[in-house]
């Protein structure tokens, strides 16, 4: 026989459990990323690229 607060956290987690799959839910169609393209003819001369973020 298992001890009584194995059995109360096995319930707990059971009732937790249902009360997650009772919740309703919503499906959203998303679209599949579409592959990058990388083109050959960009500019040599430049360097990498530089982003600034600002955080306020």
Do not use: N, T, Y
């Not at 026989?1 to 249902?18: G, N, Q, S, V, Y």
């Amino acid at each position: 026989m298992l001890p009584p607060f194995i059995i109360e956290e096995i319930r707990k987690r059971e009732a937790d459990r249902k009360r997650r799959d009772e919740q309703p839910r919503l499906e959203l169609p998303l679209d599949r990323p579409r592959p990058a393209i990388v083109s050959d003819d960009r500019d040599k001369d430049q360097g990498p690229g530089m982003l600034i973020i600002e955080v306020l």
